[in-house]
Each structure stands twice: as structure tokens, then as C-alpha cells.
């Protein structure tokens, strides 16, 4: 997909989502007492992180599109996998339509998010789009290195999800022609 | 995206003032699935964050060496000059993101030069610093040891950009 404005931005979040696509792509080799494992220091059950990471995508996009019409993610320890992967269209479609019109004003204060619908008693705060533009690309990489972190101490295969093979694949690097 | 990279900057420093409260052999502590010692991984995001500076022509002069036996100190130095350097990015001509770097590190010598869009470097830069913040994160928690709020939300809060409403 083409950057449209804030092209930096963009393909952070599309590098965001290729990362769990392809954490997850992995994630799904492995047996469901596999999905169970942990490790100390990290956020809890590869399962459980996935479906963190996914879920606070949604929120992210929610609040910074000002919209969220499908039902968001739920947290539970128990989430199916495949119900974790029919969020993640959701998410790229949200990154989507969030540069899909004019630039972000990452000054902009956004005053709530639509999802108060499901949690109205919650703390209410305003913040500047930057914030959690920001914090998505933050916090998928944090736990994407959780899930990563899991499988090497328990001796199972990583998965590199760093810029540099994304960048590869888009052919954003490339050995110079001589 | 230059909020993106102070926040980077911001939870390195701070994660370095929190590792200063640590005994000298707590930075030699590792845990396994991560990349290293605490002192070690520490080191390697500060070079990294250099090695990526100079690549995009912004920061010059040696890099931070990659061992077991920089000092914080040291390494709170080189960060100093990584910051004043992502600062100077965005000053002057604006930051082309599509722009094509010419990248001279390779791991075989012989190999051809790599040719980059600058925004690889930078999204690169950011993901390389939450990646082994979050080890240094495991290595303290499996050791028992108190980890620090690093995420947006802290930096938000910190820097006013984030504020709860009442009523």
C-alpha cells in the first residue's frame, strides 16, 4: 500500500501490522500447551500477549479515528487464535482509513474515545493524537519481543519482525546495482 | 515522528537512571530469550542508535564499542550526542522520509552497499530501542528486581500531553 500523507507514520503502523501478522503466522504452529507458555518478567501467556497487542490496537485506532463500529477484541485468557486474526483486518483497515484523508494534526486533542460505549464508568482522559499514534507502535514491539522472548527460553524458533525484513520485502532496501 | 523519537529517547534515559540505582553486578545479569546482560544490551541499543544516525549523515565520530564493559556513564554519553543529533534532523530542511540512503555496513565487507529509504532507519531506530528496552524490562522482572514505566502513556503524562478529565 502507498503511504498517503504522514508517510513516516503510515508505514510504522504498516510495519506494525505486518509484525503481528507475522508473530502470529508463527504463533499458530505451535500446540495449544505451547500457546500456554511464559516466562518470567515478560506480560503473561503467548496467547494472552497476542491478543493484548491486538486489542490495544483497536483501542488506539478507535480513539484516534473518533469511530469504532465493530465490536472490539475481548481480553480473555482463553481467546481462539482465529479469533485474534479476524480482529487484525480490522485493524489494518483502521490504519488505512486513518491516512486516508488529510494529515494528522499530531497536536490535535482528542477529548474521549467512542469506546466509553463499553466501559462508561471508566477514568476519562483527553490527549494529543501523538500519544497514541505513538503508543501503538510502542507497545506491539514491546510485546511482540515478550512472545519472542517466550519462545527462545523455551528453545522453540523466533521470528524476526524488525524493520529491516519488512523493508526487504517492500523493497525499501536493496543492494545498490554496481 | 519527531515525538516518536524523543519518546524513544526519553525511556532510554530514563531506563538508564533507573539501572544507576542497580548494584554493579545486577547490570551483569541476563535472563534467557533476551539478548544479553542488562550492561550489554544496553550498550548495543546506544550503538545501534548511533550506527543509524551516522548512516543517515546526521552524527559523526566514534560509536559507543558493543561489550560487556561500558559504563553507564559512557553510555548516558553517547546518548547525549544521539540527541542532540535526532534534534538537528528536524531542523533546517525538512526530513525526507523517501529519501535513499546509502548504507556502507555490511557485515561481509565485499558485499555491495544497501540503498535505504530514510524512514526505515528511523522506524528501525525506534523499534531497535522498544525491542531491548523490553529485555532489560524481563531481565529485571525475572530477577525480582523493580522494572520503570517506559510506554507513551508515561512520557505523555510526563510531558502534559495526556490529561485525565473530571466531571
Not at chain 2, 544479553?36 to 544490551?41: L, Q, V
Not at chain 2, 523499534?127 to 524481563?138: E, Q, V
Request: glycine share 6%; net charge negative; proline share 6%.
Amino acid at each position: 500500500m502507498t503511504p498517503g500523507p504522514d508517510p513516516f507514520l503510515h508505514r510504522q503502523m504498516q510495519h506494525d501490522i505486518w509484525a503481528t501478522e507475522r508473530l502470529m503466522q508463527r504463533c499458530r504452529k505451535l500446540t495449544r500447551d505451547q500457546l500456554e507458555l511464559t516466562v518470567p518478567g515478560t506480560f503473561g501467556t503467548i496467547r494472552r500477549t497476542l491478543a493484548h497487542i491486538v486489542a490495544a490496537d483497536e483501542r488506539y485506532l478507535a480513539r484516534l479515528l473518533g469511530v469504532w463500529d465493530e465490536e472490539p477484541l475481548r481480553e480473555a485468557p482463553d481467546v481462539a487464535l482465529d479469533t485474534i486474526a479476524q480482529h487484525l483486518p480490522h485493524v489494518r483497515d483502521g490504519v488505512e482509513r486513518l491516512f486516508s484523508g488529510a494529515t494528522l494534526d499530531p497536536e490535535r486533542v482528542l477529548a474521549d474515545t467512542p469506546l466509553r460505549r463499553f466501559a462508561p464508568n471508566s477514568a476519562r482522559f483527553e490527549m494529543e493524537v501523538w500519544v497514541p499514534a505513538a503508543q501503538l507502535i510502542n507497545h506491539g514491539t514491546d510485546h511482540r519481543t515478550h512472545v519472542n522472548t517466550i519462545l527462545g527460553a523455551n528453545g522453540l524458533e523466533t521470528v524476526d519482525v524488525q524493520v529491516w525484513p519488512y523493508a526487504i520485502e517492500l523493497n525499501a532496501s536493496h543492494e545498490a546495482k554496481p | 515522528m519527531l515525538q516518536a523519537l524523543r519518546h524513544d529517547l526519553w525511556a532510554t534515559e530514563k531506563l538508564i537512571a533507573h539501572l544507576r540505582t542497580l548494584k554493579k553486578e545486577q547490570l551483569d545479569l541476563g535472563a534467557p530469550g533476551t539478548y544479553g546482560s542488562i550492561r550489554h544490551t544496553l550498550a548495543h541499543l546506544v550503538r545501534g542508535d548511533e550506527r543509524y544516525l551516522v548512516r543517515l549523515g546526521v552524527l559523526k565520530g566514534p560509536t559507543l564499542s558493543e561489550d560487556n564493559e561500558a559504563s553507564l556513564d559512557e553510555i548516558a554519553s553517547h546518548l547525549a550526542r544521539v540527541k542532540t543529533a535526532v534534534e538537528g534532523l528536524f531542523t533546517g530542511s525538512q526530513f525526507d522520509p523517501e529519501q535513499i540512503v546509502l548504507d556502507t555496513f555490511r557485515r561481509v565487507p565485499t558485499d555491495p552497499p544497501l540503498e535505504i529509504e530514510s524512514w526505515t532507519m528511523l522506524a528501525q531506530f525506534t523499534h531497535h530501542g522498544s525491542d531491548h528496552r523490553a529485555h532489560i524490562g524481563t531481565i529485571l522482572g525475572a530477577h525480582g528486581l523493580p522494572t520503570v514505566e517506559l510506554d507513551v502513556w508515561a512520557y505523555g503524562r510526563e510531558t502534559g500531553a495526556i490529561r485525565e478529565r473530571r466531571g
